[in-house]
């Protein structure tokens, strides 16, 4: 796919607020710092569409982009930063949760793994959370360029074994880079083979 406009329409900490559901969307979510933001900007090619920052908690609300005016990229707060207050937390997984269940044209969720760490609990929990909910969704291995193939290699095999203790099918993977940009036809052409699928519920 070739992204003609990538557009930032508002931030919300609402479902009520988001865009109109006319068109499909798709979500990014995974730890704090993991690179969502950093995700959005390399498959739109633009360098600050989203908002990036080396410390961790930089993206706080529910940011609506418009891409070629016929999807949406949502960029979400990140889980897992450690100075977080309890009393943020459950704001958050609040916000999060009514989302995931009320937002009608939520087409597929991506999950984002920092592809360097081997499975942290608070993933698979959210990854097996995800699937608990019935939601579409898919996993985001990020940041390859900061370590071998070989490591990258034992990370995915490792999530991969993890979640065959819960799942008889496994999500579908990807592995990226936002630095080397790598991943990024991958990416796009599994959303365009999806906005295929579902635009007769957009007609
Ligand atoms: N080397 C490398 N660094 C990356 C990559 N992706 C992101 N980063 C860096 O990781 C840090 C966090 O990136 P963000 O995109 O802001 O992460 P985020 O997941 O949106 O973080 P929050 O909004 O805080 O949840 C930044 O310093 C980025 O430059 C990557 O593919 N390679
Ligand atoms: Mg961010």
């Given at each position: 796919m070739v992204i003609k406009e990538a557009k930032f329409l508002m931030s919300n900490t609402r479902v009520e607020q988001?865009?109109?559901?006319?068109k499909p969307e798709y979500a990014f979510i995974g730890?704090?710092?993991?690179g969502k933001s950093s995700l959005i900007n390399m498959l739109t090619e633009q360098k600050n569409l989203a908002k990036t920052s080396s410390s961790p908690g930089k993206t706080q609300l529910i940011n609506h982009f418009l891409i070629n005016d016929d999807w949406y990229l949502v960029d979400l707060p990140g889980y897992?930063?450690?100075?977080?207050s309890k009393g943020s937390r459950e704001e958050w997984r609040k916000m999060i949760n009514y989302y995931f269940q009320k937002r009608?044209?939520?087409?597929c969720v991506f999950v984002l793994i920092?592809?360097?760490?081997?499975?942290?609990k608070q993933d698979l929990e959210f990854i097996n959370h995800l699937g608990t909910l019935g939601l579409p969704f898919v996993v985001v291995f990020t940041?390859?360029?900061?370590?071998s193939a070989t490591k990258t290699d034992s990370t995915i095999a490792a999530y991969a074994r993890k979640l065959r203790e819960t799942w008889d099918e496994l999500p579908r993977f990807f592995q990226t880079s936002a630095e080397k940009h790598i991943g990024r036809d991958e990416i796009l052409n599994f959303i365009e083979e999806v906005n295929e699928q579902v635009q007769n519920q957009y007609k």
């Open positions: 988001c865009p109109t559901p006319n730890r704090s710092n993991v897992g930063y450690a100075k977080v009608e044209n939520l087409t920092d592809s360097r760490h081997e499975p942290l940041k390859l360029d900061k370590q």
